[in-house]
């Protein structure tokens, strides 16, 4: 028998039901979405389930009716197939790679496990304690969050340390935020999932990175050990100064969330290197905007403006 794209329903982590991209086998349904123009050359997006271990990928998830009810799997999947098609359809790339890779989650990493990651092959999700994190599945802006790292990987490679890691950080939450679309003026990162029991509050926020003990301006940069204790320099602190700057950019009258989108990205991916600077993000994205929009654009000026109100050239 051979495979057949199937839709079925599915519980997210905040108890909605979405529909699901899945994969009709012999024996029952497939968590794999086969529908992506990536599976021409065999891509597909695939999640599984850790079983409260550790050991990875673990078991690709099947259900027999086609309902699932796995609520970190269902939004894992989902938004994995969000962020390949803003990928695709508003940047123009295949996949992390650019090639059709297969994009793979796991769900249910260990127990009560208050974190994410990008593993250099794969996203791994934990459900959180339940009071720090829900399943981190459930937020979008995380999920693209991860994949972006996979993307910053195969591209500039920013080095995850001092200022390069900052940018690593700072790239995965700009299209993390991109890729979720939220009308969220504060433009807050993992708000879905942080503190299930407190509204309103978030990990990170561009608008106001102080609000969560993140510098916005270079002269509050904070001078780190390379260590984990160090947070490598502060990639999840400093990375606060060029969300800043981000934020006073899209925020610019006349700039579209679809425009910042390709100059960042055409910057990502077009001029940074391993140990790019912030100095050096910021000619980046001004050479992007004026590539894209000409040398005296309103993108041109507004990013060089935004980068100085964060105190960078
Ligand atoms: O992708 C990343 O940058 C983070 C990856 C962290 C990680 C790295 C290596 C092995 C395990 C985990 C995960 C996220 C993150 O920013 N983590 C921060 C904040 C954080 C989440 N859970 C925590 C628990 C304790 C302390 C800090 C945290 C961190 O790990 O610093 C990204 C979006 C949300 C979670
Ligand atoms: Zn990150």
Redesign the pocket.
């Known amino acids: 028998v051979n495979h057949a794209a199937a839709t079925g329903t599915g519980t997210g982590v905040l108890g909605d039901t979405k529909t699901l991209n899945t994969d009709s086998y012999s024996s029952g349904y497939y968590l794999r979405d086969i529908t992506k123009p990536m599976y021409s050359t065999g891509g597909k997006i695939e999640t599984y389930t850790a079983n409260y271990g550790t050991a990875l990928p673990g078991t690709l998830l099947t259900d027999a009716d086609n309902v699932w009810t796995d609520r970190a799997a269902v939004d894992a999947h989902y938004y994995a197939g969000k962020t390949y098609d803003y990928y695709y359809n508003k940047l123009g790339r295949n996949s992390f790679d650019n090639r059709g890779a297969t994009m793979k989650s796991t769900v249910h990493y260990s127990r009560n496990y208050?974190?994410?990651?990008?593993?250099g092959t794969q996203m791994?999700y934990g459900d959180g304690d339940g009071r720090?994190?829900t399943s981190?599945s459930g937020?979008l802006?995380?999920v693209a969050?991860?994949i972006t790292?996979a993307v910053t990987e195969r591209t500039a490679g920013l080095v995850y340390e001092y200022q390069p890691g900052a940018l690593?950080?700072s790239f995965?939450?700009v299209l993390?935020n991109l890729v979720e679309n939220k009308n969220d003026p504060k433009w807050l990162?993992?708000e879905d999932?942080t503190t299930p029991g407190i509204a309103g509050d978030a990990?990170?926020s561009m608008s106001n990175p102080n609000e969560y003990d993140q510098p916005d301006h270079m002269n509050e940069y904070r001078n780190l050990p390379n260590t984990r204790e160090g947070?490598w320099g502060g990639?999840?602190i400093n990375s606060g100064i060029p969300n800043k700057a981000f934020y006073n950019f899209v925020t610019t009258p006349g700039i579209t969330k679809d425009n910042a989108g390709k100059i960042w990205y055409r910057a990502l991916t077009q001029y940074l290197t391993s140990y790019s600077q912030f100095i050096d993000a910021r000619n980046a994205t001004i050479q992007a905007a004026t590539d894209l929009f000409g040398a005296n654009s309103l993108e041109a000026t507004a990013v060089a403006n935004a980068w100085a109100s964060v105190g960078v050239g």
């Open positions: 208050n974190n994410a990651f990008w593993n791994v720090q994190f981190l937020a802006d995380l969050h991860e790292h690593n950080e995965s939450d993390g990162l993992g999932v990990l990170r947070d990639v999840h």
